[in-house]
């Protein structure tokens, strides 16, 4: 439209829905840090998105290793870490209490006298050692596989390394539990069970059924060398319950 000169014209700012600015003015704006934690975290929760059911359903198959496998189960076929999480901390938590127990009654057992210092209160010192000997060898070596399996082009997921070794610890839970009996051939056995049924979870979940079918040499000798180091955790456990400080 023309106009005169002198004249000026007023800008048409049309008719824009700005109510939701107007709403909303008083609501801060998410920062780049914030809205790239809130993806990572609703990642992450994705692998502890987990039912009761499905999560007691692999514990099972993992105290008895003889049928199915851990992961299979055509509802929910994808690997978690909660167990990954909750079981070997579930292991530092008891034995760390049972311990302790297991000193005193032992000492009253053999009409000692209770009330030491030394058999009173949880051994932090132990509890120590069991968190460093568990938590290393939950994160440790299922990495350290990883790494070697993708060097011998043999690609595993390590979100499922990391599921079969959590779950593989199951049966280490209940030796923990029988562990405040004040007679150490009842702990020692009930370790040496735990570490067997351990052992066989982990030789037959560790591979997919893809990668488990291959007759690659190299996949039957880490699924050894896996049960081999698994027989060595369970063997450092005893140590520590037994002889640590």
Request: glycine letters at 4%; hydrophobic letters at 45%; a negative charge.
């Amino acid at each position: 439209m023309a106009t005169r000169k002198g004249e000026f014209l007023e800008p048409d700012y049309g008719t824009a829905d700005t109510s939701q600015y107007v709403e909303n003015w008083d609501q801060p704006s998410l920062e780049p840090s914030q809205t790239t934690a809130s993806v990572h975290l609703s990642y992450l929760k994705n692998f502890f998105d987990l039912d009761t059911s499905d999560f007691l359903c692999r514990c099972r198959r993992a105290i008895f290793p003889v049928g199915k496998k851990i992961l299979d189960n055509p509802d929910n076929e994808e690997a978690d870490i909660y167990g990954w999480v909750w079981i070997p901390t579930t292991i530092i938590l008891v034995l760390s209490v049972n311990s302790s127990l297991y000193t005193f009654f032992n000492a009253l057992f053999h009409q000692q006298d209770a009330s030491l210092s030394r058999i009173s209160g949880v051994n932090f010192r132990k509890f120590w050692i069991f968190g460093v000997l568990v938590y290393g060898y939950n994160i440790v070596i299922p990495a350290l596989l990883w790494a070697a399996l993708v060097c011998t082009s043999n690609r595993q997921p390590i979100l499922h390394l990391l599921c079969i070794y959590g779950y593989s610890c199951t049966s280490y839970i209940f030796a923990s539990l029988i562990s405040i009996v004040p007679f150490e051939v009842v702990y020692i056995v009930s370790f040496v069970i735990a570490s067997i049924v351990s052992s066989i979870t982990l030789f037959r979940n560790i591979f997919s059924e893809e990668e488990g079918s291959d007759s690659s040499r190299s996949l039957y000798l880490f699924r050894i060398i896996a049960t081999l180091l698994n027989v060595a955790f369970g063997v450092g456990l005893l140590m520590v319950f037994l002889y640590g400080t």
